[in-house]
């Protein structure tokens, strides 16, 4: 049996929506998808402004529904299950997707289903040409959370360790502010990053020792800080620097615990997901360790590694497929903000 599956994200500063088909076992595949960034809109405060945020997605999550119709040469009457992020995400941004996607379903008449953000992350790998297999360790890496997972298959997780205070998106993005980079910082943070010296500064790598998988990167951005103030007028000179030290603290503390994880767990394989999961630095430092130990890392395709609608019809399908979910008509759009 083959099921259409309409998928909408709207938990931050992008507005997502995509089709996924899936058809009896095979890994399903994406169909079209479509993104608007409300990065643009967001820069002039320095960091996402919720209101703004939810106003947005309303203007943007019809039009968008209609490109990736269009795309793909099919109409709303062969959506099987329209899925939308239940959360977690900013209240009101999350209820513009559970309510066009509730009204979606309730005038079709079919079902909906809330997928967790984290878990559309997580199987965004299934996305790629080349996916991944069961089971592996998970390192997700977004603006809000930073964990280390075992992966058995879809629904069954297991927490490895996780933050035990900011996010390491958090940390690229309160550095970046720091260094005056704007926002997003950490896209901003790494490219600055190429142009410095990672060795420049000693930051510390917090918990990096510390025996079990958390992760704490709080101090961090404190240690950034007082740098920062130390330089003082000479900062602007050494922010490249500056910058490419704090990266580099960043990927070395998650690089040395995913290899931990590795090795605790006995697992061969390693996905990466999340926004930063994108950084360079970090891609190109954990293939290389794991090259040296003969496991294999999968990571999304870059442009699928940020918030988007792909990922969230994509987990829906893995969990109809797996009968770890059943989409609903009950149409109750309760929205998780946390
Ligand atoms: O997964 P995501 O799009 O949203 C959340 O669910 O949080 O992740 C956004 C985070 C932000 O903190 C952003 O600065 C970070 O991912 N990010 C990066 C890069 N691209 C995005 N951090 C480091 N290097 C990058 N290239
Ligand atoms: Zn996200």
């Given at each position: 049996m083959s099921l259409l599956i309409l998928g909408i994200e709207s938990s931050c500063d992008e507005t997502g929506v995509?089709?996924?088909?899936?058809?009896?076992?095979?890994?399903?595949?994406?169909?079209a998808h479509a993104l608007h960034s409300q990065i643009e809109m967001h820069q002039a405060y320095g960091g996402v402004v919720p209101e703004l945020a939810s106003r947005d997605h309303i203007r943007r999550v019809l039009p968008l529904t209609e490109a990736v119709l269009t795309e793909s040469g099919r109409s709303l009457r062969d959506v099987d299950v329209v899925a939308f992020t239940r959360g977690p995400g900013l209240a009101g941004a999350l209820l513009v997707g559970a309510g066009v996607a509730c009204a979606l379903g309730a005038s079709l008449g079919k079902p909906v289903l809330g997928v967790h953000h984290l878990e559309g992350h997580l199987l965004s790998p299934f996305l790629s040409a080349?996916?991944?297999e069961f089971p592996f360790v998970a390192l997700l890496v977004s603006g809000g959370h930073t964990q280390l997972m075992r992966v058995d298959s879809v629904g069954h997780y297991e927490l490895l360790g996780?933050?035990?205070?900011?996010?390491?998106?958090?940390?690229?993005?309160?550095?970046?502010?720091l260094l005056g980079l704007g926002y997003p910082g950490g896209p901003a943070l790494s490219r600055l990053a190429q142009q410095g010296d990672p060795a420049a500064f000693k930051l510390p790598r917090p918990l990096l020792h510390s025996g079990d998988l958390d992760f704490s990167f709080a101090g961090l951005k404190t240690a950034v800080l007082t740098q920062a103030k130390k330089l003082g007028e000479h900062l602007e000179e050494r922010k490249a620097d500056l910058a490419a030290s704090t990266q580099a603290a960043i990927v070395?503390?998650?690089?040395?615990?995913?290899?931990?994880a590795l090795q605790e767990t006995g697992l061969r394989r390693v996905v990466v997901a999340g926004g930063v999961g994108a950084n360079r630095l970090l891609r190109e430092q954990l293939d290389a360790a794991c090259a040296r130990q003969h496991v294999r890392v999968h990571y999304p395709e870059l442009h699928l590694c940020t918030d988007n609608g792909a990922m969230i019809a994509m987990a829906a399908a893995m969990r109809l497929q797996a009968g770890r979910q059943q989409a609903s008509t009950e149409y109750a759009f309760d929205v998780k903000p946390r």
């Open positions: 995509a089709l996924v088909e899936s058809s009896g076992d095979a890994v399903p595949r994406l169909v080349d996916p991944p996780e933050t035990i205070d900011d996010a390491a998106g958090e940390a690229f993005d309160k550095s970046a502010k070395e503390v998650l690089v040395k615990k995913t290899l931990k």
